[in-house]
């Protein structure tokens, strides 16, 4: 399955400048695989260490730094010879060895030819680690599979390309049949594991009831996590914030769309009281935070209030798992104003993809924009509609406050462009950039 972070691979290893690269992002979004992909298609030779798995290839790195002795090492207990001007090396879960993580430093600075790709989970990896290799390295993040990774992964890439293509001008079949599988999306997410039931199996009951069962062990998976990296006491607080989001999301407040810390823990009523799991939940890639603006200036995180702020699930279709909306019911689109969020949601995690930067909301009294983005310093609304009702009266709202060059429309229906609107169909957020000018 093709990854479109691929591309930054790529460049990465074009770079005659590069450091060790560490491609990070939360578990079982695809970060092993792609790292494979990418050394079978570019490289004749990669090396592949798993230090998960193998103790003896710890100890290796905690006997020394030297990155000389470190590859003699390794080339005699893998049997295999390691040409640093050539190979590529992988370093797969790399923080369960904080000696391999330092060791970057040394081969960055005694290797600058070097190609070498570490691998970790964000629930991991801490940037606060003393042994943290800073300056050393580069970093990128890979993300759940975007609706168009997912199209081709499951075999739609003539659909996909004719999306690509004409944009604006697709025709009423085109659009129908990409937002039914937009609707199948919703149900299976981004997660690789799950795309590929999906790939392989009949379309049918069979077949998405196995998606909800891999959805199930996965979550089970992440709970697992939780316990385990963060203590007893902490780790309750950290899952009742986890399992309180969809919630949270479904709830109609008519005045303003936050994160409300009262509803959580008894006796928790204040966001410094929930600062910490909710920031623990954030480094390990699963939940995405949206902070509320209240003045549309750039730069938008300066107007940003951090106690005012919305929480969504880094997979939408985690979402439905965690909520057991089935897939009958997703299909049929009729599941009340809850659709309205998982399609915020899902144009959350493209536009987290897509940018990979902090995402903000905006609201004043009873009107709310969910998200305003800064595209090379053109600030642009997105108001986010589930279906084919497109009043936008808090767009015009901000519209009428701030008179913005582009604004953007995200709904069921086909593209309208507009002078300064442009009515889009939610499977585009990810091409939102194409439209700006």
């Known amino acids: 399955m093709r990854r479109e972070l691929e591309k930054k691979l790529v ?20 970060k ?56 590529l090396i992988i370093f797969d879960e790399i923080q369960y060895c904080e000696e391999a993580l330092a060791s970057l430093k040394y081969f960055c600075q005694d290797f600058e030819n070097a190609y070498i790709c570490a691998a970790g989970s964000m629930l991991g990896l801490s940037l606060t680690n003393d042994m943290f290799p800073v300056g050393k390295v580069e970093f990128l993040t ?31 079949y085109v659009h129908r049949e990409a937002f039914k599988l937009l609707k199948l999306y919703f149900f299976a997410g981004g997660l690789p594991e799950v795309v590929l039931s999906v790939r392989d199996g009949p379309r049918g009951r069979t077949t998405y009831e196995k998606v909800r069962a891999i959805q199930s062990d996965l979550l089970r ?23 309180n989001i969809p919630q949270q999301l479904a709830r109609e407040n008519t005045q303003t769309s936050k994160f409300i810390f009262k509803d959580v823990l008894d006796g928790a009523s204040k966001y410094e009281q929930l600062q910490g799991p909710i920031e623990w939940l954030i480094r390990a890639g699963l939940i995405y935070q949206v902070t509320i603006v209240n003045e549309v200036k750039l730069p938008l995180s300066v107007y940003a209030n951090e106690k005012k702020f919305k929480l969504y699930l880094f997979d939408v279709g985690m979402l ?14 009729d599941y009340g104003s809850f659709k309205g969020y998982f399609a915020e949601n899902f144009v959350l995690q493209e536009l ?86």
């Not at 298609?41 to 470190?70: L, M, T």
């Open 320 to 333: 439905g798992c965690m909520v057991d909306l089935s897939l009958q019911t997703l299909l049929d689109y």
């Open 352 to 437: 987290r993809a897509l940018r990979n930067k902090d995402l903000f909301s905006w609201n004043r009294n009873a009107s709310e924009i969910e998200f305003v983005l800064d595209f090379d310093g053109i600030i642009c609304p997105i108001e986010v509609k589930s279906g084919i009702n497109t009043k936008a009266k808090s767009l015009q709202v901000y519209k009428s406050l701030y008179s913005p060059k582009r604004s953007f429309l995200l709904s069921g229906n086909p593209p309208t462009l507009g002078k300064d609107l442009h009515q889009l169909p939610l499977y585009f957020a990810s091409m939102l950039k194409d439209f700006i000018d």
């Open 221 to 243: 998976g992440y709970l697992n996590d939780i316990a385990k990296h963060s203590g007893k006491i902490k780790s309750l607080k950290i899952e009742s914030v986890f399992k």
């Open 142 to 172: 890979l993300y759940p599979m975007t609706f168009f990774e997912f199209l081709e992964g499951i075999g739609e890439s003539k659909l996909l390309n004719n999306l690509l293509q004409y944009k604006a001008n697709i025709s009423e």
């Open 32 to 87: 092993t695989y792609l790292l494979k992909q990418f050394a079978e298609k570019f490289f004749s030779k990669y090396i592949y260490i798993d230090f998960y798995k193998s103790v003896e290839v710890q100890q290796i790195f905690k006997a020394n730094r030297d990155p000389r002795r470190i590859v003699q090492d390794l080339e005699i207990l893998l049997k295999v010879d390691i040409s640093l001007e050539s190979d």
């Open 11 to 30: 460049h990465w290893k074009e770079n005659p400048r590069r450091k060790p690269l560490i491609l990070m992002g939360a578990r079982q979004v695809g």
